[in-house]
Antibody
Framework: VQLVQSGAEVKKPGASVKVSCTAS????????MHWVRQAPGQGLEWIAM????????DYAQKFQGRVTVTRDTSTNTVYMELSTLRSEDTAFYYC??????????????WGQGTLVAVSS | SYVLTQPPSVSVAPGNTAIITCGGT??????VHWYQQKPGQAPVLVIY???DRASGIPYRFSGSNSGNTATLTISRVEAGDEADYFC?????????FGGGTKLTVL
């Protein structure tokens, strides 16, 4: 299993960013994909998840209206777009595969992370 | 929203046992997962569903969960175990992480 993310981005406040995550080594549509971020020196924060099979999504309330997660099953790629960026959005953004049982998810494989820096 | 509380830091001498706690209201009825993160690296799954070891994780790592506290126990601690550890649960349709615990091996 491998999750490969797109490269670092530098954006100005108010702009949008789109990060990609390409999966390989397993059947793409059989596992949810999650997005988690980590500000420098801080903890982990869950952002969203997508079911690659049907494309349904769930977003953390904090990011509702500002984040959109999509997928392309022809390329086994998931995308996370975050809009109206502010300095507090500066962080590493990780995609992670979600395994599940008994109504819970855990994240068993992670991408290498993508640094998004927001600065004027 | 659901809150998970971890001690900011835990210190242990090599060869001893490290205990990292994760507190939450009635966390015992939830499934708790643990991740290890070393500097400059992505997190790695260590324990899932309270006490199941992830693939490739040594038997020295174990987990438990009851009441209002989940626990990650690392036996015979080695220098390579020095890292940040995060607990995580699933709350309705949202993932929740604890604030993380920095494990220092003295």
């Amino acid at each position: 299993v491998q999750l490969v993310q797109s490269g670092a981005e530098v954006k100005k406040p108010g702009a949008s960013v789109k990060v990609s995550c390409t999966a390989s080594g397993y059947t793409f549509i059989t596992y949810y994909m999650h997005w988690v971020r980590q500000a420098p020196g801080q903890g982990l924060e869950w952002i969203a998840m997508i079911n690659p099979s049907g494309g349904s999504t769930d977003y953390a309330q904090k990011f509702q209206g500002r984040v959109t997660v999509t997928r392309d099953t022809s390329t086994n790629t998931v995308y996370m777009e975050l809009s109206t960026l502010r300095s507090e959005d500066t962080a590493f953004y990780y995609c992670a595969r979600g395994d599940a049982a008994s109504g819970t998810f855990w994240l068993d494989y992670w991408g290498q992370g993508t640094l998004v820096a927001v600065s004027s | 929203s659901y809150v998970l509380t971890q001690p900011p830091s835990v210190s242990v001498a090599p060869g001893n046992t490290a205990i990292i706690t994760c507190g939450g209201t009635n966390i015992g009825i939830k499934n708790v997962h643990w991740y290890q993160q070393k500097p400059g690296q992505a997190p790695v799954l260590v324990i899932y569903s309270d006490s199941d070891r992830a693939s490739g994780i040594p038997y020295r790592f174990s987990g438990s969960n009851s009441g209002n506290t989940a626990t990650l126990t690392i036996s015979r601690v080695e220098a390579g175990d020095e890292a940040d550890y995060f607990c995580q649960v699933w709350d309705t349709t949202t993932g929740v992480f604890g604030g993380g615990t920095k494990l220092t091996v003295l």
